[in-house]
């Protein structure tokens, strides 16, 4: 089992960077592709990015390609997301999600076990 745990969320500017975290608890991070996911209010909860359990194949839906970037720290048991030149757009809770499977997936019910979230929001 996996539980995931998010950080580094907080109010920026358009422009700005952040870096989200996302540490989770158990021995078998390794063995499970991880993706973030993001819920803007009032909307649905949709697909941000994913990462395989190796590292090696990575998604991302089109309005953060070039912007952000997933990655993952096995020694670690983290997970990142990287986003840079961010737009007022890009404002919502932002979860990330360990799948049950070991290859990346764009799908939000390929993913168990969720964390609570960290709201990101970037103002004009």
């Known amino acids: 089992q996996v539980q995931p745990v998010e950080s580094g969320g907080g109010l920026v500017q358009a422009g700005d960077s952040l870096r989200l975290s996302c540490a989770a608890s158990?021995?078998?991070?390794?063995?499970?592709?991880m993706g973030w996911f993001r819920q803007a209010p009032g909307k649905e909860r949709d697909f941000v990015a994913a990462?395989?359990?190796?590292?090696?194949?990575?998604y991302a839906t089109d309005s953060v390609k070039g912007r952000f970037t997933i990655s993952r720290d096995n020694a670690k048991n983290t997970v990142y997301l990287q986003m840079n030149s961010l737009i007022p757009e890009d404002t919502a809770d932002y979860y990330c999600?360990?799948?049950?499977?070991?290859?990346?997936?764009?799908?939000?019910?390929?993913?168990?076990?969720w964390g609570q979230g960290t709201q990101v929001t970037v103002s004009s």
């Open positions: 999600a360990a799948s049950t499977y070991r290859d990346a997936s764009r799908t939000a019910s390929e993913y168990r076990y």
């Open positions: 158990g021995r078998t991070f390794s063995l499970y592709a």
């Open positions: 990462i395989s359990a190796s590292g090696s194949t990575l």
